[in-house]
């Protein structure tokens, strides 16, 4: 069953503005958490945020925040005053404790272009 | 940056003929990774490696093994490549791998193409 769900394979945004980037998880697990990746054109894997589901308020940092709805089920990043630089590929990732890995388990990502 | 290395960072093979990638970490992480991205699938767990001689399947094994003789190096191998082997290919450590908030590093990537 599909875990992470990104339903965004696309978006552009005008630099300057902000931008939401849309992740929904699966889990019946209490315990979880929720990351959000970076992969520029280079191809390298960034790490860019956290939220835990005790986590009581919503993640920050820097430009990125973790817009966190816990009933919903959703965990979209916000970035605000988006930049050039910004144009990437968006991964949403879960952690719970199903199988004994618990493993990272990755949305279909999401590309967003910032146009100037 | 983590201390990842992925060798080779491109190859180029045949379908049928074992092919090997290696991930070098110098963190001495206790748990190593592989992944394979591929479009409209995201990264997708291959194995994982709790420690030396410890490892498990994840989620698209089938065709793959994997070696970890040392703590720093994790071995992906392709027995008999296919093309739908064709993908790139991430290692990840991360320290503890038992935190539900550890998150992971990544190396650059392989990617490989099976003709």
């Known amino acids: 069953a599909q875990k992470i769900t990104q339903t965004q394979p696309g978006m552009f945004v005008q630099e300057k503005e902000a931008v939401t980037l849309d992740c929904t998880y699966d889990?019946?697990?209490?315990?979880?958490?929720l990351f959000w990746y970076k992969q520029p054109s280079s191809g390298e894997m960034i790490f860019l945020i956290y939220q835990g589901s005790y986590d009581q308020q919503n993640a920050t940092e820097g430009r990125y925040s973790l817009n966190f709805q816990k009933a919903r089920k959703s965990a979209n990043l916000v970035i605000s005053a988006s930049q050039l630089g910004d144009s990437a590929m968006y991964f949403c990732?879960?952690?719970?404790?199903?199988?004994?890995?618990?493993?990272?388990?990755f949305g279909s990502g999401t590309q967003l272009t910032v146009l100037p | 940056d983590a201390g990842i290395t992925q060798s080779p960072r491109h190859k180029v093979t045949e379908t049928g003929t074992p092919v090997t990638l290696r991930c070098h970490q110098t963190?001495?992480?206790?748990?190593m990774y592989w992944y394979r991205q591929d479009p409209g699938h995201g990264l997708r767990l291959i194995h994982y490696s709790y420690g030396v001689k410890d490892t498990d399947k994840g989620e698209v094994s089938d065709g793959y093994s994997v070696s970890r003789s040392k703590t720093e190096d994790f071995l992906l191998t392709l027995e008999s490549a296919t093309s739908s082997q064709t993908s790139v290919y991430f290692c990840?450590?991360?320290?503890?791998?038992?935190?539900?908030?550890?998150?992971?590093?990544f190396g650059s990537g392989t990617q490989l193409s099976v003709l």
């Open positions: 990840a450590i991360s320290e503890r791998g038992q935190g539900i908030g550890e998150k992971l590093f």
């Open positions: 889990t019946s697990d209490p315990s979880y958490g």
């Open positions: 963190e001495n992480h206790r748990y």
């Open positions: 990732a879960m952690r719970d404790y199903s199988g004994s890995a618990r493993q990272l388990t």
